[in-house]
């Protein structure tokens, strides 16, 4: 696990958040057929591209963790860790919104925009419920397809923020009991979420993603030393193996993504500085690339043709990545180093 000189960021950890923001970007992108149609074969690989979102909650069951370790972190300093994350995360998202809604306004105004201008009515509810996320307890629809993930981020900082003490104790039963009680609790929670008619009540809630976090809990563990080899291996196994019993569709293919993922942040030690570059914008790329993939589409629209399919992907990939880049210095960047000076007490700056 090596991290990079001059940031102090852990690059398996970069480089993990760089493919899994390209990857949620492909998805969005190919679901659209008119940048590839559907018979095509890099469209097919593409779509499986939502399973970025599992790598990044993976992701945060380690990063999060290991910043309070390293930080020293205690309960009674719980406001400290949610008044950090809600520097760091909170600002980018929220204009984010706002950009959102001015785009969708002023769009219908525009040469770009071929249908009929319809009547612009604004549910102020709606977007009200992205403070504080809302939206993840009412069932009001999303802005953007990737705010419900923030909303089971949000929820993950205020389960480990609480449950830390216990989740990392010294003695070895009281933290082999708690991990027992999460693992059940995962479990349950999938199996319910599982069933049809109760689904709608556990979408988008933090334990139906459980085992994706406590696979990167577990990892942080063993890398710390926390927890013996073994320890680790038959907590990674219990949680492939929920994925895999009750999620019938895409648990095997999960569970393989989630295996990589483990083995990517534990083995890897030199990234190339183009996947540093695409994890330090990931989140800003994550916010943004919604708003463009459409409004290239439509830019592009005269280019026709199968030949061209693939010109218009790249094209709008690489749109994507300038937005964010440029997002992630006017929007991103102040409020994360903000956030780096908002410490528990006088400690030492971390990754997170």
């Not at 993990?16 to 969005?28: C, E, K, T």
């Not at 949000?154 to 989740?167: K, M, N, S």
């Not at 556990?202 to 013996?228: K, V």
């Not at 083995?263 to 708003?291: E, N, R």
Request: hydrophobic share 50%.
């Amino acid at each position: 696990m090596t991290k990079d000189k001059a940031s102090g960021n852990i690059l398996s950890i970069q480089l993990l958040r760089g493919i899994a923001a390209l990857m949620v970007v492909l998805s969005h992108s190919v679901a659209n057929t008119q940048y590839l149609p559907e018979e095509n074969i890099v469209r097919k690989l593409c779509v499986w591209g939502w399973s970025g979102v599992e790598i990044f909650f993976i992701i945060s069951g380690f990063i999060i963790p290991y910043s309070m370790y390293k930080n020293r972190y205690k309960v009674a300093e719980f406001g400290s860790l949610m008044i950090r994350r809600i520097v760091r995360i909170e600002p980018p998202y929220l204009i984010s919104i706002i950009i959102f809604l001015i785009l969708n306004y002023f769009i219908f105004f525009t040469p770009l925009y071929k249908g009929v201008p319809p009547g612009i009515v604004i549910d102020w509810s709606n977007v009200l419920g992205h403070i504080g996320y809302i939206n993840a307890f009412t069932g009001k629809k999303w802005l953007s397809p990737v705010y419900w993930t923030l909303a089971i981020e949000f929820e993950y900082y205020i389960f480990i923020g609480v449950l830390f003490p216990l989740v990392f104790h010294n003695n070895n039963i009281i933290r082999r009991i708690t991990h027992a009680a999460m693992l059940l609790l995962a479990a349950v929670s999938m199996a319910v979420y599982a069933i049809p008619h109760t689904a709608p009540l556990y979408n988008g809630q933090l334990f139906t993603f459980l085992p994706y976090f406590l696979m990167g809990i577990a990892l942080f563990m063993f890398r710390c030393n926390i927890i013996a080899r073994t320890e680790f291996l038959i907590l990674t196994a219990a949680n492939l193996a929920i994925c895999i019993i009750f999620d019938k569709t895409n648990g095997v293919m999960l569970a393989g993504i989630s295996a990589l993922s483990l083995a990517a942040i534990h083995y890897i030690k030199s990234v190339p500085k183009t996947f540093l570059f695409l994890g330090t914008i990931s989140y800003s790329l994550y916010l943004t690339h919604t708003l463009v993939i459409n409004r290239v589409m439509v830019a592009t629209g005269k280019i026709t043709g199968d030949n061209y399919h693939g010109i218009r992907l790249v094209l709008c990939v690489l749109v994507c990545i300038l937005t964010a880049w440029l997002y992630y210095l006017i929007a991103e960047k102040p409020f994360t180093e903000l956030s780096k000076k908002i410490k528990y007490a006088t400690r030492k700056k971390t990754q997170d």
